[in-house]
């Protein structure tokens, strides 16, 4: 049984932490869904989720949501900004991860942001590509409109045919050819040695294949099109959406997609001590990296005859910032800039509340650039 995602989310006010008071949007039946806003209680110190007065179609839904969504990433952005917290981004202290898991959790499901400025559609539609080797052993990367007829979606290579993982077509300038990038770790694993026009970087783990041969020329709009005025230093304090092909069964059933949407935090040289052994490869690669709550569930084995963890599959999907979810202004048509390549993943009990809490890491678009002209950048 793929366990139910809003479950960690809904959970009782004893396993709340006092350091927040943010909203949080917890989704019930279908289109239908119930905001709740949490707020301190001062005799108690703790939060409790209060019901908001009655019921809203779709379209009033979206309003709240929004309306909840600002609030809620304000509030992380004034946690990031405590003392407390930003010595915890350091790895200093009793417990850092627990101080900036309590610090950046906001209860975020796809289908909260359907309809709302944050809205992920448009991204599903034209960029993701399953990076795949099918059933017979041919390399397969695939790029179908989620909207499109339903028979069409059945070309995805699904968990029981093949492995598989996710990328983009990307172009950082006019100069610049366009090319598949995604995760090394996927190229390594996917596409052979006679099939790869291209390269890859093991730290960050990028690779980018060229697009000729087995790669097919994408269409225009299935481009992203890089935007300079994002750099690595405006993602901290973001909404990230890490839009990928990952026909599982935690995916999408009508359209075989996955969203994972949340607050990314810059990983410092501390923190990554703390996540990896000092000196290893894990301390380094988490060092070039970003990480973003996952929604539950995606980072756990979840059952026999399943792949191990549903996020295995989301490997090499693109991450993008959303312009009204960040700090900086971006003048995007569709709201969105990519700022990342997503990685990995971690399964992390915390240790102040107990719960297992998963975790995403993607490199950042400046790491991004630097690998696309075959540098490396070793973060500080």
């Known amino acids: 049984m793929v366990p ?17 008071a943010k909203a949080a949007i917890l989704s019930t039946l279908g289109a239908v869904a119930a905001f709740y806003s949490a707020e301190p209680k001062e005799t108690e110190g703790t939060y409790e989720a209060r019901p908001a007065v009655g019921t809203f179609d779709r379209t009033g839904l979206a309003d709240k949501i929004t309306q909840a969504l600002e609030s809620d990433i304000k509030q992380v952005r004034r946690n990031l900004e405590s003392e407390d917290v930003k010595q915890a981004l350091e790895g200093k202290g009793s ?14 499901l796809a289908p909260h942001l359907e309809g709302t400025q944050y809205d992920t559609k448009n991204l599903h539609e034209r960029y993701p590509v399953q990076i795949a080797r099918d059933p017979n052993g041919k390399f397969r ?34 100069e610049e050819p366009v090319a598949l990038l995604t995760a090394a770790h996927v190229v390594a694993s996917v596409v052979q040695r006679q099939e ?32 300079p005025s994002l750099t690595d230093a405006d993602i901290h304090g973001s909404l990230v959406s890490i839009v990928g092909i990952d026909p599982d069964a935690t995916g999408d059933p009508e359209t075989g997609r996955k969203t994972y949407s ?5 990983i410092s040289s ?25 929604p539950p569930g995606e980072g756990k084995e979840i059952g026999p005859g399943i792949k191990e963890e549903p996020a295995l599959g989301m490997s090499g999907s693109p991450a993008f910032c959303s312009a009204a979810g960040s700090p900086v202004f971006m003048k995007r048509g569709d709201g969105y800039a990519m700022c990342g390549i997503f990685w990995g993943f971690m399964l992390v009990t915390d240790p102040v509340t107990k719960r297992q ?8 678009i400046d790491q991004v650039r630097a690998a696309a002209k075959g540098k490396h950048i070793e973060a500080k």
Do not use: C
């Open 4 to 20: 139910d995602p809003r479950d960690r989310w809904q959970r009782g006010k004893e396993e709340r932490q006092p350091q927040i």
């Open 95 to 108: 417990y850092p991860l627990s101080r900036i898991f309590n610090a950046i959790e906001i209860p975020i």
């Open 141 to 174: 990367p695939l790029t179908i409109r989620a909207s499109a007829p339903r028979a069409l979606r059945g070309e995805y290579i699904n968990a029981g045919q093949a492995g598989y993982g996710n990328g983009v077509y990307f172009k950082q300038n006019r």
């Open 196 to 227: 790869l026009g291209g390269y890859i970087l093991r730290n960050p783990d990028l690779g980018f294949l060229s697009v000729s041969g087995s790669v097919p020329a994408p269409k225009p709009e299935n481009i992203v099109q890089d935007d």
């Open 262 to 266: 949340g607050v990314a935090v810059k």
């Open 270 to 294: 501390g923190l990554a001590r703390v996540l990896g052994s000092p000196g290893t490869t894990a301390e380094k690669m988490y060092r070039n990296s970003f990480m973003v709550i996952l």
């Open 357 to 364: 809490m998963e975790v995403a890491f993607f490199h950042g």
